[in-house]
């Protein structure tokens, strides 16, 4: 059985910072690229970057310069550093293993707020 588990979501003031984990079981970890999505309040989901298996990087135009994207193959966990946050990178984010097929977790809660 797969799983994606998210955690380190929350509430955060413009200007902080979150880091926020996914673990993955299920899967041989190393094999996958991994994203992290989210889904502003009532808009689509969107890509926030990628990191693929071989460590390759890429980052919406939006999060590019404060957010970092990492990978522990080792712990089967991918990470994002997220840095002077905005009111607009509110939102629940999602991470994704892509390969043959995708999977995807359940999601944490992002709230960038004073």
């Known amino acids: 059985q797969v799983q994606l588990v998210e955690s380190g979501g929350g509430l955060v003031q413009p200007g902080g910072s979150l880091r926020l984990s996914c673990a993955a079981s299920?899967?041989?970890?190393?094999?996958?690229?991994m994203a992290w999505y989210r889904q502003p309040p009532g808009k689509q989901r969107e890509l926030v970057a990628v990191?693929?298996?071989?460590?390759?990087?890429k980052y919406a135009d939006s999060v590019k310069g404060r957010f970092s994207i990492s990978r522990d193959n080792a712990k089967s966990t991918v990470y994002l550093q997220m840095n002077s946050l905005k009111p607009e990178d509110t939102g629940v984010y999602y991470c994704a293993a892509v390969h043959a097929r995708s999977y995807w977790g359940q999601g944490t809660q992002v709230t960038v707020s004073s």
């Open positions: 990191v693929g298996s071989g460590g390759t990087t």
């Open positions: 299920g899967i041989i970890f190393s094999d996958y690229a």
